[in-house]
């Protein structure tokens, strides 16, 4: 097998992986069903309580093994292409979702976030099979285009700023389910149990995700200036309103709202969480969807 | 009536009316991306024009062809803008006013705080230990007989008008650029030169600080372009080398440059030189009906297609007894199918031209410009062959072919490449370059510093409490403890 291939390989075998372990997770709140926030003292629910910890330790394995096959399909790709592996569409997601679960499985060591897992490991599963099965492309040498050190410092901040805002865009919506099923449990008279009672308090998930996006946000604002400056030496003008440059404005323009809701009175909360989502859509939306629908002059080799 | 201007006031510039107004401004981007924009491609939009003519009939009242100097996004960003220094202002009287003032009063319960610790055997001259511990953490001490208050993280709100300060710097740069700017593109084919005169440009938009008829004097000369494709199986195709080699002079020094996609040429008096496109222009000679050379050198034919099939326009004004215009074709590696010639590679490994031929009697000069891309075949008639069918040829470089009825003989010589150039003046650039790069430093300091307050106060021991004035800041208990703990006295 040629370098490539093992990349090939490497990452097919990582997008089951991220499958696999988003199924345990699926699993993990499906038996978690019913069990209090906090463990009954007389002991009658341990033996469920270690069965569903073990379906979630599980899917940490997995994930594990998918992550450490992701990293390396990237390497690899790149050792294989003798260049940064950013060039096209699939380069860019393998890169972007290699950062991602490298950094929740940070956060899973240093903070315990477990949490985060079930998300996580739906997107990259998601999102490395689209990358796999849709936007794949042989190894190939960079267009003149391409050719520029602004090249690696504009696609290392988007690739940082997209798994901030992914993991980030978790947390928001895990908060919008658990305030949801808190609502429901309210209005039964009931404690909130399963799955989502094990989730962090509400104030923390929104604290979570609020420095998560503030992490994320300053480094898509750097995306964009490295962008502008770029784009003053590769075309004469640093802003042009190319399809590209206006969605990533849109983006920064949504998060900038999300920023803003979440100090004002009346959309804290979910609010801001909807809005958080909101700017993850727009992101994804910019990334594929402009690649695939707009001509413009971020269209190098297709997708 | 002032108390509408005051109601108007405040709402303008509250927070919901801001967060409104950039929602907007998100939504009003998005036509410009979908709806092909005269700025960017003013072909794209005839096409679209043509091709929609009900949809234009709403779109073009509604400025749609250029979302983002139209009135209605206009309105939106200045909007946005009035309602941030709005609101930006008084928080800066009010910022230049806590700076000066010590920090706030001593509550007199901290325990009421969000986090507190009592220290039963404190050490001796708590207060002093107390004050170099604060000061040690760079927070702002204010001391008195019963306690200190203490107070840190006015960076954040610092970094917070700086940011939104720094907005308005960007706007005002990309006024400057606009207004005292100019950008223009040209077509030169190897070998030819420019001179920077607007005369010389094939297209020319400036603002309305520039004098156009003293553009900063220089000249340049594109000696030889070199393009290169994939020719492996990946990407076949695929641009791989674009280089220009370009003699420029300026000042009255000439110098040798390598023009390339990434990297252009900046002049002493800042216009820059960028390399845009590139194209063929075929090597043609025309020798009319006398058997005079009527035309000779390259013409700058149009790629239509990723493998640059181009189409281009000979015109032979001077042809006697008759003036003669070719159409063209330009195939740089050219196969023959069953829908007709095409190119299949976008380098020249086999060139060919196909063109058809009219002629017609000589027309006065009228000085009226036309495009040198399309041919008017007013006064024109088609050039026949054998048979009554349209003449046409297919030539190879080297070939040539002699038009029925001694009209005259045309001969394909081969082929020069062409590249579009770009110059551009944007002097607003550093100013809002510097506004981005000090913005983004204080939109840092606002979404990281976290003010927090302090407070110790003498009692029966020592009280310790503290507040944090952000949402997301962590560690607040951790650091009250720790200041609880630096002022317990060992027990011995």
């Given at each position: 097998?040629?370098?490539?291939?093992?990349?090939?390989?490497?990452?097919?075998?990582?997008?089951?992986?991220?499958?696999?372990?988003?199924?345990?997770?699926?699993?993990e709140?499906?038996?978690?069903?019913?069990?209090?926030?906090?463990?009954n003292?007389d002991?009658?629910?341990d033996?469920?309580?270690?069965?569903?910890?073990?379906?979630?330790r599980?899917?940490?394995?997995?994930?594990?093994?998918?992550?450490?096959?992701?990293?390396?399909?990237?390497?690899?790709?790149?050792?294989?292409?003798?260049?940064?592996p950013?060039?096209?569409?699939?380069?860019?997601?393998?890169?972007?979702?290699?950062?991602?679960?490298?950094?929740?499985?940070?956060?899973?060591?240093?903070?315990?976030?477990?949490?985060?897992?079930?998300?996580?490991?739906?997107?990259?599963a998601?999102?490395?099979?689209?990358?796999?099965?849709?936007?794949?492309?042989?190894?190939?040498?960079?267009?003149p285009?391409?050719?520029?050190?602004?090249?690696?410092?504009?696609?290392?901040?988007?690739v940082?700023?997209?798994?901030?805002?992914?993991?980030?865009?978790?947390?928001?919506l895990?908060y919008?389910?658990r305030?949801w099923?808190?609502?429901?449990?309210?209005?039964?008279?009931?404690?909130?149990?399963?799955?989502?009672?094990?989730?962090?308090?509400?104030?923390g998930?929104?604290?979570?995700?609020?420095?998560?996006?503030?992490?994320?946000?300053?480094?898509?604002t750097?995306?964009?200036?490295a962008?502008?400056?770029w784009?003053?030496?590769?075309?004469?003008?640093?802003?042009?309103?190319?399809?590209?440059?206006?969605?990533?404005?849109?983006?920064?323009?949504?998060?900038?709202?999300?920023?803003?809701?979440?100090?004002?009175?009346?959309?804290?909360?979910?609010?801001?969480?909807?809005?958080?989502?909101?700017g993850?859509?727009?992101?994804?939306?910019?990334?594929?969807?402009?690649?695939?629908?707009?001509?413009?002059?971020?269209?190098?080799a297709?997708? | 009536?002032?108390?509408?201007?005051?109601?108007?006031?405040?709402?303008?510039?509250?927070?919901?009316?801001?967060?409104?107004?950039?929602?907007?401004?998100?939504?009003?981007?998005?036509?410009?991306?979908?709806?092909p924009?005269q700025?960017?491609?003013?072909?794209?939009?005839?096409?679209?024009?043509a091709?929609?003519?009900?949809?234009?009939?709403?779109?073009?009242?509604?400025?749609?062809?250029?979302?983002?100097?139209?009135?209605?996004?206009?309105?939106?960003?200045?909007?946005?803008?009035?309602?941030?220094?709005?609101?930006?202002?008084?928080?800066?009287?009010?910022?230049?006013?806590?700076?000066?003032?010590?920090p706030?009063?001593?509550?007199?319960?901290?325990?009421?705080?969000?986090?507190?610790?009592?220290?039963?055997?404190?050490?001796?001259?708590?207060?002093?230990?107390?004050?170099?511990?604060?000061?040690?953490?760079?927070?702002?001490?204010?001391?008195?007989?019963?306690?200190?208050s203490?107070?840190?993280?006015?960076?954040?709100?610092?970094?917070?008008?700086?940011f939104?300060?720094?907005?308005?710097?960007?706007?005002?740069?990309?006024?400057?650029?606009?207004?005292?700017?100019?950008?223009?593109?040209?077509?030169?084919?190897?070998?030819?030169?420019?001179?920077n005169?607007?005369?010389?440009?094939?297209?020319?938009?400036?603002?309305?600080?520039?004098?156009?008829?003293?553009?900063?004097?220089?000249?340049?000369?594109?000696?030889?372009?070199?393009?290169?494709?994939?020719?492996?199986?990946?990407?076949?195709?695929?641009?791989?080398?674009?280089?220009?080699?370009?003699?420029?002079?300026?000042?009255?020094?000439?110098?040798?440059?390598?023009?390339?996609?990434?990297?252009?040429?900046?002049?002493?008096?800042?216009?820059?030189?960028?390399?845009?496109?590139?194209?063929?222009?075929?090597?043609?000679?025309?020798t009319?009906?006398?058997?005079?050379?009527?035309?000779?050198?390259?013409?700058?034919?149009?790629?239509?297609?990723?493998?640059?099939?181009?189409?281009?326009?000979?015109?032979?004004?001077?042809?006697?007894?008759q003036?003669?215009?070719?159409?063209?074709?330009?195939?740089?590696t050219?196969?023959?199918?069953?829908?007709?010639?095409?190119?299949?590679?976008?380098?020249?490994?086999?060139?060919?031209?196909?063109?058809?031929?009219?002629?017609?009697?000589?027309?006065?000069e009228?000085?009226?410009?036309?495009?040198?891309y399309t041919?008017?075949t007013?006064?024109?008639?088609?050039?026949?062959?054998?048979?009554?069918e349209?003449?046409?040829?297919?030539?190879?470089?080297?070939?040539?072919?002699?038009?029925?009825?001694?009209?005259?003989?045309?001969?394909?010589?081969?082929y020069?490449?062409?590249?579009?150039?770009?110059?551009?003046?944007?002097?607003?650039?550093?100013?809002?370059?510097?506004?981005?790069?000090?913005?983004?430093?204080?939109?840092?300091?606002?979404?990281?510093?976290?003010?927090?307050?302090?407070?110790?106060?003498?009692?029966?021991?020592?009280?310790?409490?503290?507040?944090?004035?952000?949402?997301?800041?962590?560690?607040?208990?951790?650091?009250?403890?720790?200041?609880?703990?630096?002022?317990t006295?060992?027990?011995?």
């Amino acid at each position: 097998m040629t370098v490539a291939q093992y990349s090939d390989t490497a990452m097919v075998a990582a997008t089951v992986g991220f499958i696999v372990a988003f199924f345990l997770h699926v699993a993990e709140w499906a038996f978690a069903g019913g069990l209090g926030e906090r463990r009954n003292p007389d002991g009658s629910e341990d033996a469920k309580r270690t069965n569903v910890d073990l379906l979630g330790r599980l899917a940490v394995a997995a994930t594990i093994v998918a992550a450490a096959l992701n990293v390396f399909g990237v390497v690899t790709r790149g050792l294989a292409a003798g260049r940064p592996p950013w060039g096209n569409m699939y380069e860019f997601v393998t890169s972007a979702i290699a950062l991602v679960a490298v950094v929740y499985l940070l956060c899973l060591w240093r903070w315990g976030m477990r949490w985060l897992g079930i998300g996580v490991t739906l997107l990259a599963a998601l999102m490395l099979g689209l990358a796999v099965t849709v936007f794949y492309v042989d190894v190939a040498p960079l267009v003149p285009a391409l050719h520029s050190v602004w090249f690696i410092i504009h696609i290392i901040a988007a690739v940082i700023a997209a798994a901030g805002f992914n993991i980030a865009g978790v947390a928001s919506l895990l908060y919008l389910v658990r305030s949801w099923a808190e609502d429901r449990a309210i209005r039964r008279g009931d404690d909130l149990t399963g799955y989502l009672a094990k989730l962090p308090s509400l104030k923390g998930l929104d604290t979570f995700a609020h420095r998560m996006h503030a992490f994320a946000f300053p480094i898509w604002t750097f995306t964009i200036v490295a962008g502008a400056i770029w784009a003053q030496y590769a075309w004469g003008r640093f802003w042009n309103w190319d399809p590209k440059e206006t969605w990533s404005f849109i983006t920064w323009v949504v998060y900038a709202g999300y920023l803003h809701a979440s100090l004002t009175a009346g959309w804290r909360g979910r609010g801001a969480a909807a809005i958080a989502l909101l700017g993850l859509v727009t992101f994804w939306f910019n990334f594929i969807g402009v690649n695939l629908l707009f001509s413009g002059l971020h269209s190098y080799a297709g997708i | 009536m002032r108390e509408w201007l005051r109601w108007g006031w405040a709402q303008l510039t509250s927070m919901r009316t801001a967060l409104i107004l950039l929602f907007l401004l998100a939504l009003a981007a998005i036509p410009g991306s979908i709806i092909p924009q005269q700025s960017i491609s003013p072909i794209e939009v005839m096409d679209y024009k043509a091709e929609h003519p009900e949809l234009d009939r709403i779109w073009e009242p509604l400025g749609m062809y250029h979302v983002y100097t139209s009135p209605w996004f206009s309105a939106i960003y200045l909007l946005l803008f009035i309602s941030l220094i709005g609101c930006i202002t008084p928080r800066i009287a009010k910022f230049a006013r806590d700076l000066r003032k010590p920090p706030p009063r001593l509550p007199s319960r901290l325990d009421r705080l969000p986090a507190s610790a009592t220290v039963d055997t404190p050490v001796d001259d708590a207060l002093g230990i107390a004050e170099a511990w604060l000061k040690s953490k760079r927070y702002r001490t204010l001391r008195t007989d019963d306690g200190i208050s203490a107070e840190r993280g006015y960076l954040r709100e610092l970094g917070n008008l700086v940011f939104h300060l720094s907005l308005v710097g960007v706007l005002v740069g990309l006024a400057w650029s606009n207004l005292g700017g100019f950008i223009g593109t040209v077509v030169v084919v190897e070998g030819r030169g420019f001179a920077n005169a607007i005369t010389q440009y094939d297209d020319f938009t400036a603002g309305a600080w520039v004098d156009t008829d003293a553009l900063e004097p220089f000249s340049l000369r594109v000696d030889h372009f070199d393009a290169r494709f994939e020719t492996g199986r990946v990407q076949r195709g695929a641009a791989r080398v674009f280089d220009a080699y370009v003699e420029v002079t300026d000042e009255g020094v000439t110098t040798d440059h390598l023009l390339t996609v990434n990297d252009p040429i900046l002049t002493s008096g800042g216009t820059q030189v960028n390399l845009l496109g590139h194209g063929y222009a075929p090597n043609v000679t025309v020798t009319d009906g006398n058997g005079d050379v009527a035309f000779s050198g390259p013409v700058v034919f149009l790629p239509q297609d990723g493998n640059f099939s181009s189409v281009g326009v000979i015109k032979v004004p001077d042809g006697r007894p008759q003036r003669l215009a070719f159409e063209g074709f330009f195939f740089p590696t050219a196969v023959l199918d069953q829908d007709g010639p095409k190119s299949v590679f976008p380098d020249a490994l086999e060139p060919e031209l196909w063109i058809n031929a009219w002629y017609g009697e000589p027309a006065d000069e009228t000085g009226i410009p036309e495009s040198i891309y399309t041919l008017n075949t007013a006064g024109l008639e088609p050039v026949l062959g054998d048979g009554e069918e349209r003449f046409r040829a297919r030539m190879k470089p080297g070939a040539a072919f002699s038009l029925p009825d001694g009209l005259g003989s045309i001969s394909f010589d081969g082929y020069s490449r062409w590249v579009k150039l770009q110059m551009s003046e944007t002097p607003g650039n550093p100013v809002a370059l510097t506004s981005l790069a000090i913005g983004t430093l204080g939109l840092c300091l606002s979404l990281f510093i976290k003010p927090r307050r302090l407070f110790v106060r003498l009692g029966d021991g020592v009280a310790v409490g503290g507040l944090d004035r952000s949402d997301t800041a962590l560690g607040l208990e951790d650091e009250v403890s720790e200041l609880a703990e630096a002022l317990t006295k060992e027990s011995e």
